[in-house]
């Protein structure tokens, strides 16, 4: 069984739903506390032991790959005031020469095509791919996207992270179904998956999250799979394709699911991480406390 080297970050949206703000700016670039929202994929990928970096980017997305970059002089800046911590903090995250790669979706025809222009640069091997709309935050420490490599070793099938909704949010996401009796401590074994259903025609409420290890035979699958919801070609009806032949096991989360895809979740999500911060935890929760919410 081939080890999981290769992520893709699929950047190529244009977060329409964040208008003004992503006009010019992409909206992975945008700040949650202190890093933009994309380098928490990256930093879970890398302690996960991904090697290799796939970003499939688009018009105007620039500043990502300058940021998974060296800034000489602001290095040389931080190294001569000895201010060593932050030279840290913007230095660890760049992956090593040679393996972070971009390519460009020149046609934003959906999150199933983003991930099918990576198919020459991942070759025949298994890859994770990482929504860095979705940060993971995992309660017990343990690292979601190790957990889901190593279901992925255990059962030999591709993996998703998944989470249960409220009703109302069933019709938002990628759906699992979970059949009967397929229920394991920490796994899920697929039956099905259905993109945005219908509360009524929901097979679970078992929603996608942005986290998945795939078989590369998911390729020959994204090419058959014609545009659905939304008239874009969707990863979820591949994958649907994908459990008929191969199986598929469903990684339950155990930590917290943070959507930084819109405002709302985008705020919640800067709330929570600046909570997990020792030295601001204390300053929000009095400044939360003062807040009159009766206005
Ligand atoms: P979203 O559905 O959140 O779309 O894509 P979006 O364009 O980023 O945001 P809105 O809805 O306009 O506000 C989910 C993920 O898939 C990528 C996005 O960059 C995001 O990471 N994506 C989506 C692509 O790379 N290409 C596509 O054609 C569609």
């Given at each position: 069984m081939k080890k999981v080297r290769k992520a893709v970050l699929p950047v190529a949206g244009w977060g329409t739903r964040f208008l003004p703000a992503t006009k010019v700016m992409p909206k992975e670039m945008l700040a949650v506390v202190d890093r933009p929202v994309i380098q928490y994929a990256v930093e879970e990928a890398l302690a996960a032991g991904i090697e290799e970096f796939i970003f499939v980017t688009g018009r105007g997305k620039q500043t990502i790959e300058n940021h998974f970059d060296h800034n000489f002089e602001l290095e040389h800046l931080l190294r001569e005031k000895n201010r060593l911590e932050e030279l840290e903090s913007i230095t660890r995250i760049i992956p090593d020469e040679g393996k972070i790669f971009y390519t460009r979706q020149s046609q934003r025809r959906g999150l199933g095509h983003a991930v099918l222009c990576t198919r020459e640069i991942v070759g025949d091997e298994p890859f994770a791919v990482l929504l860095p709309d979705d940060i993971i935050w995992s309660k017990n420490k343990k690292n979601t996207l190790k957990g889901m490599l190593d279901l992925y070793e255990e059962k030999g099938t591709s993996v998703v992270l998944t989470s249960r909704v409220i009703d109302e949010n069933v019709t938002r996401y990628g759906i699992?179904?979970?059949?009967?009796?397929?229920?394991?401590h920490n796994a899920i074994k697929v039956q099905g998956f259905v993109e945005k259903p219908t509360l009524k025609d929901a097979p679970s409420n078992y929603a996608i999250m942005g986290r998945y290890i795939f078989s590369p035979r998911i390729f020959d699958c994204l090419e058959k799979t014609k545009p659905g919801a939304g008239q874009e070609i969707q990863l979820t009806d591949a994958m649907a394709k994908l459990v008929k032949s191969d199986g598929f096991n469903a990684y339950l989360l155990d930590g917290e699911h943070l959507d930084c895809g819109d405002k709302a979740g985008y705020v919640k999500a800067t709330i929570y991480m600046a909570l997990q911060k020792p030295h601001l935890r204390d300053d929000i929760i009095e400044y939360i406390k003062s807040l009159d919410l009766t206005k």
């Open positions: 699992i179904d979970p059949g009967v009796n397929q229920f394991e």
